[in-house]
Every structure is written in C-alpha cells, then in structure tokens.
C-alpha cells in the first residue's frame, strides 16, 4: 500500500482495511438476519435461508446462540403462525433450531391442508374425537369438567 514506510506501518494498513470490510459484512448479515420476512416462502426455504445467514456470521466468529436464531425465525412470521408461537415460547426448556424448525414445517403442512387448528398448535378436541368416532372406537363416559 502506497505511502507506508515500513513493513509496521502496511501491515496496520491492511489490518485497518480488511477490519472495516469484515465488520461491514457482519452488518450486513445482522440486517439480513433482522430483515428477513417469510412472505411467500415454503417454511423449508425460510429456514434454510436464516440458517444461510447464521452460518455466515458464525465463520467470522459471530456465532448466534439457538435462542436467539429461534427468536429471529419467530420475529417475521404472520399472525397465523401464532399458535404454534405460543408454544415454542411458552416452554420451559429450552428449543433446539432444528427442533423449532420441524414444528413450524408440520404446523406450516397443516395450514396448508385447511386443518383446523386450536390456540396450542393441536388438533382442537372436537376433530380427533370424530376421527376416533368413525373408526369404530367408542368413549364412555367421557365428560368435560369445568376446573375448580
């Protein structure tokens, strides 16, 4: 590099100029990671494209812990997404991504086909006992209680 006088000097240049595009691209990749919207998305490229970033970050040694990729995946999905929301963080144990991303696949296939689902992510009551209805199977004296 050109007005360095000594061997010090180019290598605090080069180290100031490669900190500084290291650093810009850190930026950029939080932004990403921050601005990211599933919109149209399948659930699948969504993740996949998250995790793109996360590991980008991570190869330059900012690595994102689990509970904060969980928490930027959950950031940018729609209202309809809030059921299983509720679930992943009401738990008390802790999520793993992969664990997280599995659960929003199934629930995203559900939505997909007309499933009804109730506030936790389940099947509300009244499908899977129909469905355990037409099989044949038949509950007895079963009643629903209203707590104490």
Known sequence: MVGN?????LWNSLT?????????????????????????MSMHEYLTKMKAYCDVLASVGHKISDEDHILHILSSLGTKYVPVMVTITSRTEPWTVK???TLLISFETRLERGQPISTDGSLPLQILLSKTRNRGVVISDFTLMDPI
């Not at 900190?19 to 850190?26: E, L, P, R, V």
């Open 5 to 9: 006088d000594s061997a010090s000097e």
């Open 16 to 40: 100031l100029t490669f900190t500084t595009q290291s650093k810009a691209k850190i930026m950029q990749y939080k932004l990403q990671i921050q601005t990211l919207k599933k919109c149209t």
């Open 99 to 101: 664990d997280v991303g």
